[in-house]
């Protein structure tokens, strides 16, 4: 093992970190020491602490992964790609600041700065536009910036001509004191500067002496300072209206995992089964371990807890009131998640008769890598709204509706087809009750091969094919038990593949469709054995001409098309179909189990070796377990 490894160590006063560094040389597979750097501000105890035999034992199972170019580099990395992918915003040289390209237009306007450490991305660069924020400031990641770096961001925005200039802050210690000197600097050098601290934290229920923490609340302070610094306002009354705003606003967070500095450990840990609630947005701990639950009961108990008014920090919410809501992904929660999270927050509102104006759903300020989500309350009115609405060319300020989320119609109804909406007549001969226990039969036989599918699926997709067939074998023995089969064969394939499309799901139940749909055509006029084969034939074409995939490609094709060639024999005058069916199944078996040693040409086993492809096709061996299926239950009615 040949290489390099950076590893940062800090240790965290919520954003005042004391950190150093250490490069160790892997080659050959043993640690050695290779250049390092200890700070000299009270960190001198750090350099007996990394021992070699300290870090055999931290290296290198718990140094996290980062796609960066190198640890002290990231957050320079990380702001230069967003000025280089925004041409309205640059750089300012020699400073981790960010600026709008054109300055010019904040002569005569409240100038905007805001910042912190890195790590919170989009914040808080990503909201630097027209109505938004002039600028930011930022520091190493979850490191307060430097005090120089402020001061000289005050300077350029000062000699831009800016009629006085606002600091926004979350309220963290080291952002504090470094914003508030370096406004006390800027002041002595006869800037107009004020500064507003935003703490919107509503875990703790007794107020600490720190103070709320400042989290993703404080976006919507910057929207609406931006708002009101582009309409002209004074810096006097943009501070009076956002202090006001920041105290009719609380957030709560939850996570389901840590986060990790870049070169460093995760920030905590959480056992499998538990989430924190009420962390703050660098991996402080919160008010709560609990275990983990669905989606509607976690939103429920963070709504009640930001609402509940024992708790010193909550948002008066009483029934009726207006609210902007912001469901903020902390980093590396999925889409998918995030938007049931969203959905169980709307509904857990409306219920309390609160009317939500405005849904803000994504990420605005994160964590890292932390999979959580945080809810934000802002209590508006009419002109509040107003400023939330306002324009801005802020990059990562969502474009949204000027519309209440409450009280809008959330469905459509679905237009009727005339086929589909009519329901073939029921069937009352024997046959129909035949046909019943023959499908019973198949239902039975997918339901008992649903682990297996599953686990011949994991090794070339997502390990769920059992679990498709076996929604297809619930919802058919479901309508089974609702009303007996349509008698005509052309009818009965029709509406076995609606009922595949509509509750199979995945691409086999779109292929299942297709299949059954063409297959019921050729059965329309006339349902002897020849016209089984060409129903045969029918559905195979379909599936071919719509899914891609041809007999050699290691699909369900291969057993069908192995089948479909036996099943021809049913022209034949005299044709026996037990002796057909019967070589057809065969047939099938004997493809689905050369399937093994196909290379994949079609569906996600395509993009996997054939090396690591050793086990049968799932759909191959699903077919032919349904066409046995068929036979055996065939053969039984016929006894």
């Not at 044709?575 to 040693?597: G, I, M, P, Y």
Request: charged share 15%; aromatic share 4%.
């Amino acid at each position: 093992m040949i290489g390099t490894v950076l590893v940062s160590f800090k240790m965290a006063e919520e954003s005042n970190l004391c950190s150093a560094s250490l490069s160790i040389d892997m080659t050959g597979g043993a640690l050695r020491p290779g250049h390092s750097h200890w700070p000299s501000n009270g960190c001198g105890f750090l350099p007996p602490l990394l021992s070699l035999g300290f870090l055999n034992k931290m290296l290198p199972f718990e140094v996290s992964k980062k796609l960066v170019n190198s640890v002290p580099g990231c957050a320079d990395d990380a702001l230069a790609g967003l000025v280089a992918c925004n041409p309205a915003i640059q750089l300012l040289q020699g400073h981790r600041v960010a600026l709008r390209s054109d300055l010019e237009n904040v002569r005569g306007r409240v100038a905007l700065l805001s910042g912190g450490g890195s790590g919170h991305e989009p914040a808080h660069a990503g909201y630097i536009g027209k109505g938004m924020l002039t600028g930011v400031v930022a520091g190493a990641v979850f490191t307060s910036p430097a005090v120089g770096s402020i001061l000289a961001a005050i300077r350029a925005v000062t000699q831009a001509g800016s009629a006085g200039t606002l600091l926004i802050v979350k309220n963290y210690t080291g952002d504090r004191l470094n914003f508030g000197l370096a406004l006390e600097q800027a002041r002595a050098e006869g800037a107009d500067v004020q500064m507003v601290v935003i703490g919107d934290d509503s875990a703790f229920t007794t107020l600490k002496k720190a103070g709320r923490r400042g989290l993703c609340g404080t976006v919507l302070i910057h929207k609406v300072a931006g708002a009101l610094a582009e309409a002209g306002a004074s810096l006097d009354e943009i501070v009076s209206r956002v202090t006001a705003a920041a105290r009719a606003m609380g957030t709560l967070g939850v996570s389901l995992s840590p986060c990790s500095v870049p070169g460093s450990q995760p920030t905590f840990q959480l056992a499998p089964d538990e989430l924190e609630l009420g962390l703050g947005i660098h991996g402080e701990a919160g008010v709560r371990r609990m275990k983990v639950a669905s989606a509607d009961e976690i939103v429920e108990i963070m709504l009640n807890h930001m609402t509940n008014p024992s708790n010193a920090s909550h948002v008066p919410l009483d029934s009726g009131v207006s609210v902007v809501l912001v469901v903020n992904n902390l980093g590396g929660l999925s889409c998918l998640e995030l938007g049931v999270v969203a959905g169980s927050a709307v509904h857990c509102l409306e219920s309390r008769g609160v009317r939500i104006a405005r849904a803000l759903v994504g990420s605005f300020m994160t964590a890292l890598e932390m999979a959580g989500v945080s809810l934000t309350l802002l209590l508006v009115d009419d002109k509040l709204l107003r400023l939330i609405d306002a324009e801005t060319t802020a990059v990562a300020w969502p474009n949204l509706a000027k519309a209440s989320v409450t009280g809008r119609s959330r469905e459509l109804a679905a237009p009727k087809g005339g086929s589909e909406s009519e329901e073939p007549a029921s069937g009352t001969a024997p046959s129909c009750q035949h046909t019943r226990l023959v499908l019973e039969r198949v239902c039975d036989v997918l339901l008992g091969m649903q682990e297996k599918l599953n686990e011949l699926d994991r090794a070339a997709g997502d390990g769920d094919c059992g679990n498709t067939h076996a929604r297809a074998a619930i919802a058919i023995q479901e309508w089974l038990n609702a009303r007996p089969p349509p008698a005509q064969p052309s009818q009965l394939l029709s509406v076995l593949a609606r009922l595949l499309l509509e509750k199979m799901g995945g691409s086999s139940g779109v292929l299942y469709g297709l299949f059954l749909t063409a297959a019921a055509r050729p059965l329309q006029n006339c349902s002897n054995l020849p016209a089984w084969a060409d129903a045969m034939d029918a559905g195979i074409e379909a599936m071919q001409r719509y899914g891609g995939a041809a007999p050699g490609d290691r699909t369900m094709l291969d057993s069908l098309c192995a089948a479909a060639g036996e099943l021809h024999a049913l022209r034949a005058p005299g044709a026996d179909l037990f002796q057909v069916l019967a070589k057809a199944v065969q047939s099938a078996e004997a493809a689905a189990e050369a399937t093994k040693n196909m290379e994949a040409g079609a569906g996600r086993a395509s993009y996997i070796s054939s090396a690591k492809l050793l086990q049968p096709d799932p759909g191959a061996v699903a077919v032919s377990a349904v066409l046995r299926a068929l036979l055996e239950g065939l053969q039984s009615q016929s006894a």
